[in-house]
Nanobody, 124 residues
Framework: QVQLVESGGGLVQAGGSLRLSCAAS????????MAWFRQPPGKEREFAAA????????DYADSVKGRFTISRDSAKNTVYLQMISLKPEDTAVYYC?????????????????WGQGTQVTVSS
């Protein structure tokens, strides 16, 4: 079993930055494909970013490309999502997810483990 705990959410003005953290336990993140999803108010959960443990490849949704960066610290067993140039439309609950497969996936159904989520609110 893998347990994931997100932190770092909060209220920020448009144009600001936040860094989300996802602390994993139960397995090392160096052997997991990790992802961040988000769920805006009244909408379905959507893919934001993913990082494969194999070859270190990353994948981003078009809406966040160039503004969000996913990274991992194996020593801390933690994955991060650095977010810059935030927009009001980035407001959502952000979820960390993990899967054992080596390929990044953009569908929620392909991930086996989920955190409880952290709220990010971007004011205009």
């Amino acid at each position: 079993q893998v347990q994931l705990v997100e932190s770092g959410g909060g209220l920020v003005q448009a144009g600001g930055s936040l860094r989300l953290s996802c602390a994993a336990s139960g397995r090392t993140v160096s052997m997991l494909t990790m992802a961040w999803f988000r769920q805006p108010p009244g909408k379905e959960r959507e893919f934001a970013a993913a990082s494969s443990w194999s070859k270190g490849s990353t994948d981003y949704a078009d809406s966040v490309k160039g503004r969000f960066t996913i990274s991992r610290d194996s020593a801390k067993n933690t994955v991060y999502l650095q977010m810059i140039s935030l927009k009001p439309e980035d407001t959502a609950v952000y979820y960390c997810a993990a899967r054992s497969g080596a390929v990044t996936q953009t569908s929620t159904s392909r991930y086996d483990y989920w955190g409880q989520g952290t709220q990010v609110t971007v004011s205009s």
